[in-house]
């Protein structure tokens, strides 16, 4: 009992010394509500995906969903605003910095969304929010303990020395974004020494830098692929099984996957392509029934000759009006047109019956070729 009181009083005088007398306690209750609220809210959309029946469900007033990150813009506008009415005075600064911290964990937590446009929460691409938090909270602890942006220390007097500084290593940190080393280089703003790691080791073979510059180098490319295989993927496998802990394992086919995209896409054009050759064979079936109609009027408006005279006979005429007849019927039915050459009609030859075989009866139709026209 005794040593757990001398441990919890010089954890108090630590928080007084390092803290409260380095005016750092705003940016530590910062810090404090950003690991509390995203530690709350992904315990919180855990129980509600494993429908525990206790736990309260998603606010949806009205059938209408709110994300949490609707409320931690409430909070991060009551933080921002509240330092700037207030001008920063005590003790209303540290509330307004635990609020600002409230809100970054909750809008953090639904980055991926934001940077989608689409509910990816559960999807692969719902990672993004893991790191977009992870990241902010380690930024925040560096301010905490001391470390400043490229490198800048304030008690430094020369001018041009800490332009070098800062010139070399965002040169440094952004060669190391551009190799595929992201945390080492959004760390390496922070700690100065860190982005050299990054920007003298190879690159990852899908980074920027590896198009730009292994394409002619085979065996550079060879290494870099090798590296990938045995050392990067290790180590996003331990990130995986971490982030699966952290904020629980993604879906394994989401409902906005990519592959579900071009999926539907491929079945939205060929349900068009579908449609619009429906929509041809009906104009073609128009066009044509128009057509026959125009032959049909211009038969009956023909001048019937008498029987002998050079016209033709009144048996001829009779055959074009019973195949334009039947050419309308077909039209309406929707069928394909295709037609018998019957004997009698202008320009058919009747099919003879074969020799020693019986003749047709005269009643009967004979078996005649087809014709498509």
């Known amino acids: 009992m005794h040593l757990a009181q001398l441990s919890l ?6 928080y ?14 910062l810090l404090v509500g950003f690991i509390v609220s995203f530690v709350c809210i992904r315990f919180s959309v855990r129980m509600i995906r494993a429908e525990v029946r206790w736990w309260p469900g998603n606010i949806t007033p009205g059938g209408l969903h709110i994300h949490h990150m609707v409320f931690g813009l409430g909070f991060l506008l009551v933080g921002g605003i509240g330092v700037f009415a207030t001008n920063g005075g005590h003790p209303w600064i540290d509330w307004f910095g635990l609020s600002f911290g409230i809100g970054c964990g909750l809008v953090l937590d639904e980055f991926a969304l934001i940077l989608h446009l689409d509910d990816v929460y559960w999807g692969e691409q719902g990672r993004k929010s893991v790191d977009a938090v992870i990241f902010g909270i380690l930024i925040t602890a560096l301010l905490l303990t001391g470390y400043v942006p490229l490198g800048v220390v304030p008690s430094q007097q020369t001018r041009w020395g800490l332009v070098a500084v800062i010139v070399v290593n965002a040169l440094v940190s952004i060669v190391a974004l551009l190799k595929g080393k992201v945390w080492t280089g959004l760390l390496g703003i922070m700690v100065p020494g860190l982005s050299w790691i990054g920007a003298i080791r190879l690159a990852r073979p899908s980074s920027p830098w590896a198009r730009w510059r292994y394409a002619a180098r085979p065996r550079r490319r060879a290494r870099a692929l090798r590296r990938e295989r045995l050392l990067h993927r290790r180590a996003d496998r331990a990130r995986t099984w971490l982030f699966d802990l952290i904020a629980g394992a993604p879906d394994k086919v989401p409902a906005h996957h990519t592959a579900t995209h071009r999926v539907a896409e491929r079945m939205a054009a060929r349900a068009t392509a579908h449609l619009d050759a429906h929509e041809a064979r009906a104009l073609a079936r128009r066009s044509a029934r128009l057509a026959d109609r ?5 038969v009956r408006r023909a001048p019937v000759p008498a029987p002998g005279a050079p016209g033709g006979s009144l048996h001829e005429h009779d055959g074009e009006r019973r195949q334009a007849g039947l050419r309308r019927r077909t039209v309406r039915a929707g069928r394909s047109r295709t037609y018998a050459v019957r004997p009698g009609v202008t320009g058919a030859v009747p099919q003879q019956p074969p020799a020693g075989t019986a003749p047709a009866h005269r009643h009967l139709r004979p078996r005649t070729p087809r014709v498509r026209r």
Do not use: N
């Not at 009083?9 to 630590?14: E, I, K, W």
């Not at 125009?294 to 211009?298: K, V």
């Open 9 to 14: 009083d010089s954890l108090l005088d630590g």
């Open 294 to 298: 125009r032959s049909g009027a211009g």
């Open 16 to 29: 007084q010394q390092h803290i409260v007398a380095a005016h750092k306690q705003p940016l530590f209750l």
